[in-house]
């Protein structure tokens, strides 16, 4: 059993612009800074983080193609396809569609290798190349709806791949797990009245987009029921995500019986992540990947494939990844998380009555996948 493994340098040079989350304006006073929160330096630590160690020894390498307009089209409608071309032609490139997500000239050509990055590891997991996948691709796509990017995101890479598992490879059922800590709005928009894919959501309630990932959003005509939303309170910790797993997301993926598991690998929910308030730790992220991947061996003969999302921490979101993938292929590196003695003991980790009662509101929905 080996574990599929997808990066290109072109993921780590995708430009964000010189705005720190929003763009530098003299009129808000919004200064200029060296770093975005979406910088693409924190995912090429990442890879970096996974070569230093060693783990990059024990991963196939994988490579990315560019998605073809065929490959967007299946998800997403010619004109967003159109604009992004467009836009990326012009000399300082221009925005997936919410004006706070920066794409630079030719930036389109990073988003279409993203987005074959997750096409690619599908297809080597569906194949049996590969037993597993950890696509760290960049820029990420969760937040793309059917006619706009937004969120960062520019084209769906985790719909994309569904697709083209569904319409390509012929698979009958695809489950997308989701855990970046903000709301998976973009396959819930796209998929929301098929059956064919499951969307599940686990995600800091109201966070981003603050006006979805509500527990009643649950799919539309044939699709009810296959989009799944578990809004938690935050401040959650691995207490609230084991649990929320555990009682919903595991239920959900026996009841529904995937043939294939795409994750939606944000580690945005890392204590250390500026832009929300939850507080998991690498370890924490090391549990949900060994909880996937025990039942993708009971549903889907084990095929899972993780699409790298959000995550901002340059610091912690290495250490995150490197425990996910460390899980998915089944090798300890040795290299302890040097992080832990510190924000391990900043607490966050106990379940709370409050997220036992949101997650148990979320679990008795369960009951409508079949
Ligand atoms: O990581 C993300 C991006 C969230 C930000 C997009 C604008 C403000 C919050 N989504 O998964
Ligand atoms: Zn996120």
Redesign the pocket.
């Known amino acids: 059993s080996n574990t599929g493994y997808i990066w290109n340098t072109l993921y780590g040079w995708t430009d964000t612009g010189s705005g720190g989350?929003l763009p530098p304006s003299v009129e808000s006073l919004t200064q200029p800074i060296g770093h975005h929160v979406a910088h693409p330096d924190t995912k090429r630590r990442l890879h970096e983080l996974i070569s230093a160690s060693g783990l990059i020894d024990s991963l196939e390498q994988i490579d990315a193609q560019p998605a073809t307009e065929a490959d967007v089209l299946r998800v997403h409608d010619k004109a967003h396809y159109d604009r992004i071309l467009a836009e990326s032609a012009l000399p300082k490139g221009g925005d997936a569609g919410d004006g706070?997500s920066p794409f630079g000239h030719g930036g389109h050509q990073i988003a279409l290798l993203a987005a074959g990055g997750a096409i690619e590891a599908v297809r080597a997991v569906v194949a049996g190349q590969v037993s597993n996948a950890y696509a760290l691709i960049n820029p990420?796509g969760?937040?793309a709806e059917r006619s706009t990017g937004r969120?960062?995101c520019t084209f769906n890479n985790g719909a994309i791949a569904a697709a083209y598992a569904v319409e390509v490879l012929g698979l009958k059922r695809v489950a997308i797990v989701d855990w970046?800590v903000?709301h998976g709005n973009g396959a819930q928009d796209i998929f929301g009245d098929s059956a064919e894919v499951l969307n599940i959501s686990v995600h800091q309630d109201r966070c981003?987009p603050s006006d979805s990932g509500f527990r009643e959003e649950r799919g539309a005509g044939e699709g009810h029921g296959y989009t799944l939303n578990v809004p938690l309170p935050p401040g959650g910790g691995s207490g609230a995500y084991d649990y929320a797993f555990d009682t919903v997301v595991l239920p959900a993926l026996r009841a529904y019986k995937p043939e294939l598991i795409i994750v939606a690998s944000?580690f945005?929910a890392s204590i250390m992540d500026p832009?929300a308030r939850m507080m998991m730790r690498s370890e924490g992220f090391r549990g949900l990947a060994r909880k996937l991947m025990d039942c993708a061996a009971e549903v889907s003969q084990g095929r899972l494939v993780c699409l790298q999302?959000?995550g901002y921490s340059p610091i912690y979101v290495p250490f995150c990844g490197l425990a996910v993938i460390e899980e998915l292929a089944g090798v300890s590196t040795g290299t302890a998380d040097a992080y832990t003695p510190i924000l391990g003991a900043m607490g966050g980790d106990a379940l709370l009555d409050h997220e036992r009662d949101a997650i148990d509101l979320a679990a008795a929905l369960v009951a409508d996948i079949r």
Do not use: N, S
């Open positions: 989350l706070v990420p969760h937040h969120g960062f970046d903000h981003f944000g945005d832009l999302e959000g």
